[in-house]
DNA sequence: TAATTCCGTTGCATACTCTGCAATAGAAGT
DNA sequence: ACTTCTATTGCAGAGTATGCAACGGAATTA
């Protein structure tokens, strides 16, 4: 592991929240200043940060660019889009698209809903894979060996009062999902909000991604939202064509 | 300048247009693979390169995620939003919205034309100031002596056969610009695509950003890109309101 | 206006981190 | 089974990054 990387990319992780100074970056990662200087500088010749004003740090254009070169490549993402913002348009709900990365689901694009209430998310932000309908989706694609592995390998935080909160229990949701073809999480990651979501498919009917709609109980309880399930599922199916996806549901291959 | 962080740093920038091979990396920048690894391995303990498969490497999501959070900092990108897909809906054609940086333009956002020829880029993509509408009316901005010390230090490449090659031309061509209150690139940075750019003001007048809608020019001639101007203006105006801008065209203060 | 404080910046010597090499292990292909 | 290719690890030396302390400039206070 490389030290001053190590430290450069924390800095970077710092000035994410908001700009800083160079002292207040020192302090936070515990490094004396002159170090945190020439770390600046060099991240800032690769237009990582940029200074702004004389005393102040953010994060530079680099970032943008980059993110937007990978998520260029991210085929599932291209490919989805015109179905998910189909979906989008249709319930006016939040679609979100998430793929599993790491032990975790990963939010790799995003349509806001219409409606002022909305759920606080961001492409790029991780969340946990016990209390998310993408993330039951996910693992529910997986073979039944590794799909015991990951569920052990889970912390099982109580997020809300209907979290998940054991492996048994996951394992079992796990199953219905994989059944059904469709995940719910009911307000099991974050108090007033609900989501159903569903597996997009590529050409070997491998699991690519998940897409789900994510909707505040003020607006649609819970059989409301069941109700959007066909509406999810088609517009899942239509972006899984787009991948190359043929043949019928189950498979793995 | 730190060595190993600037190795990183290209690694990462190696990675964006491709997923790669240990190996492959190694050749590009010119370091012995082991070091390469070592630098990978935390790279990818903060998310930012992800390992696919057994043996290539690609972008990880954390620069989706610093690049979101970044621009969500970015009050100007945020405010200016809805005068921009307004300006996007109504007129068809592609809208960008750019800042000066670093004797370049960045493209901060990014609306696409509803047509299928478009014009390529992306947000986070840089551009020379000589030759866009957008870099001329952020140049045009700063105060004269300042506006000189900018345009003494381009390089001015002829990208097509209109392109300013030359301080003066680009001085008095400023000068238009300050006075007009927009700018044109009449194929000066691609040949078959023409722009129009005019300014987002903030709250003491200066200016934050330029918008600008890019055409190709078989879908409309130079007359009818200008028609659009009055839209354009309108809609930079709407932004500049937007940002706190209050008061009437000139002045900086 | 002068004094004070707060940051950013630079030079330098030291220690430690990073690097390159060579050997190992493992996978893919023949 | 053998070859070839790639990833991975241990080690010792070199070079680089680090912390310190002093400098300098700007903003703040008296």
């Known amino acids: 592991m490389s030290q001053s990387l190590d430290r450069a990319l924390t800095l970077v992780a710092c000035l994410a929240r908001e700009p800083k100074t160079l002292d207040q970056l020192a302090g936070e990662i515990g490094v004396h200043k002159s170090t945190v ?10 237009h990582f940060v940029h200074r702004e004003g004389a005393r102040h740090y953010r994060l530079g254009t680099a970032l943008f660019d980059l993110a937007n070169q990978s998520l260029e490549q ?13 979906l989008n348009e249709r319930t006016g709900h939040t ?15 995003k349509f806001e809903g219409h409606h002022s209430v909305r759920m606080y ?12 309908a993408v993330g039951k989706v ?45 995940a719910v999480d009911n307000a099991e990651h974050e108090d007033f909000i609900h989501c159903v979501a569903a597996p997009v498919r590529g050409a070997r009917g491998e699991v690519l991604a998940a897409v789900s ?7 649609l309880d819970l059989d409301g ?29």
Chains 1, 2 share one sequence.
Do not use: M, Q
């Open 95 to 109: 679609v979100h698209l998430a793929s599993y990365e790491d032990g975790e689901v990963v939010y790799i694009d």
């Open 138 to 182: 996910l693992v529910a694609s997986f073979p039944p060996r590794r799909r015991e592995e990951v569920a052990e390998g889970l912390g099982y935080p109580a997020l809300t009062a209907g979290t998940i909160t054991g492996v048994r229990d996951y394992l079992a949701e796990l199953d219905r999902v994989a059944e059904r073809g469709y």
């Open 37 to 46: 200087l020439r770390l600046l500088r060099t991240l800032e010749t690769h």
């Open 121 to 132: 998310s961001r492409v790029g932000k991780r969340a946990p894979l016990h209390c998310t």
């Open 74 to 86: 991210r085929d599932v993402r291209r490919s989805a889009e015109p179905a998910l913002a189909g």
């Open 213 to 219: 709609l994510s909707v505040p109980r003020v607006l």
């Open 225 to 253: 939202l069941l109700a959007l399930v066909p509406e999810l599922r088609k517009a899942a199916e239509e972006a899984s064509v787009r991948c190359g996806w043929t043949g019928h549901e189950k498979g793995n291959p």
